[in-house]
């Protein structure tokens, strides 16, 4: 019984360990899986977070992105991408919170020295700018990113 009781209790924190992986298969399907994107049409998030996330503002730019789209000619990694970037305003702050923690720490991105975990109260502060797509794109200009 007491073994059952371990095995379930490692099942359940195995299953919650991880909440922004279950928010980014609804990323999955253009960013993949691996993180990599798509030449040309998807940007990858695998080796490129950590960049956005040491520029300044970069932080906030992040949570934008996903709550308000993004739109307009961007340059990642020295290749264009011009396409569209969903809104997902409509998920909770904390699944937000979890999935940009997630994007920043898989595929061997890492949080740059003195960078903490996203939090749901940064997300909800956010939410009231109510941005379109393409002023997340006037914002991400200022970054500097190439
Ligand atoms: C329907 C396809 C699609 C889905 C689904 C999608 N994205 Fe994107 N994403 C894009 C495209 C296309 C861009 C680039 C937009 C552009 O060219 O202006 C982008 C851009 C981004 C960027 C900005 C990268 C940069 O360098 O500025 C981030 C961060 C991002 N997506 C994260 C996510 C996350 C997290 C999810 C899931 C919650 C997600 N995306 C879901 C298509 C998608």
């Known amino acids: 019984m007491k073994k059952i009781l371990a095995i379930a209790v490692l099942f359940f924190a195995g299953a919650f360990a991880q909440p922004g992986a279950t928010v980014y ?61 969903p809104v997902f305003a409509s998920l909770k702050d904390a699944d937000i919170a979890a999935v940009l923690n997630y994007i920043s720490t898989q595929w061997g991105n890492k949080f740059p020295a003195g960078e903490k975990p996203f939090t ?3 997300v909800k502060a956010l939410r009231a700018s109510k941005l379109t797509p393409a002023q997340v794109a006037e914002v991400r200009k200022k970054l500097g990113l190439k």
């Open 25 to 85: 298969q609804s990323c999955a399907g253009c960013h993949q899986t691996s993180g990599v994107g798509i030449p040309g049409v998807f940007p990858p998030l695998a080796g490129h977070i950590p960049q956005v996330l040491t520029a300044k503002g970069g932080r906030q730019y992040l949570i934008k992105v996903v709550l308000f789209g993004l739109q307009g000619e961007i340059m990642v990694k020295g290749q264009k991408f011009n396409g569209s970037m």
């Open 120 to 122: 749901d109260a940064e």
